[in-house]
């Protein structure tokens, strides 16, 4: 694996599990990894519940946007980790992906969003064990 690893978070929308699981390694994980996010169809917004909640635990997300999945992104990637985008992600040889089975906060109340988020947070954090990350 590369001195300093490529995440690459993707979901349908980029507007929620992705963008809170990037906020929580951006948060911990510092400049020891390249941390992106995207989606296979993008929302025009993030979350604004997602934001919210986050912003509980003082990681702020609230100036992320939602850009569309490239096969470039992909490639150039360390770990793709999906969360609810079935096949439509390119697969490329030599790359780790992982399926995060999520619930999607989309349409959700802030307590169910928040247990989500708490989700997100202990398999981050269960990343940077894998990735030998401090």
């Known amino acids: 694996m590369p ?3 490529s995440v690459l978070f993707v979901c349908v929308h980029n507007a ?3 963008q809170m699981a990037a906020g929580f390694l951006t948060h911990l994980a510092g400049a020891a990894v390249e941390v992106r996010s995207a989606g296979t169809a993008p929302a025009e917004t993030i979350n604004p519940v997602a934001v919210e909640a986050m912003a509980e635990i003082g990681i702020d997300i609230a100036d992320q946007t939602p850009i569309v999945l490239t096969s470039d992104t992909v ?9 609810g985008c079935g096949d439509t992600c390119p697969f490329f040889p030599g790359i780790t992906y992982l399926d995060w089975k999520l619930g999607d906060p989309a349409g959700q109340a802030l307590d169910a969003v928040r247990s ?9 954090r269960n990343l940077l064990t894998e990735l030998g990350i401090d």
């Open 3 to 5: 001195s300093k690893p």
């Open 16 to 18: 929620g599990r992705s």
């Open 75 to 83: 490639e150039t990637s360390t770990v793709v980790i999906t969360m």
């Open 116 to 124: 989500i988020r708490d989700e997100i947070g202990q398999r981050v």
